[in-house]
């Protein structure tokens, strides 16, 4: 799962594809409400990774679906398959989502490293030290 924040500036991530084309566009699907939203943001590949930096527009505590989708229904884009293929263009299907991820949202800082984690109570409750907690047990 990845972690991004809501924020406008640029963030970065990166993930393994099970294909390195970088043509592919990415997709956020909001579990809450269902909503798509398509990001066209630069993919560059790093060793064996593909490093995504781009500016999300995202909800603080919203779940998300990332996926990566080709869509193949461009001519040219992959004419070697399309010549070696046994069927009709028309019929193929163009489109093919390549790799699938989560993505959580929060402004909260995420170490587990040094055991800052998530808490969805993060600022609700306050303690109050200003007694003595001592007690007897008989």
Known sequence: MKVLKPTTDEQTFYFIPKVYDLSGSLFFRDDQTNEV???TPTTVKENDF???????NLIEGHFYDLSLV??????NENLDQWQAANYNWEDAKHKVTQSFDKVFCTDQTIDQNRNKEYTINKGVYKTDDSFDNDY???
């Not at 080709?70 to 001519?75: A, K, L, S």
Request: glycine share 6%.
């Open 37 to 39: 939203v398509e990001y």
């Open 50 to 56: 593909i490093k995504v930096t781009g500016v999300f």
């Open 70 to 75: 080709n869509d193949f229904d461009v001519w």
């Open 136 to 138: 007897i047990v008989l």
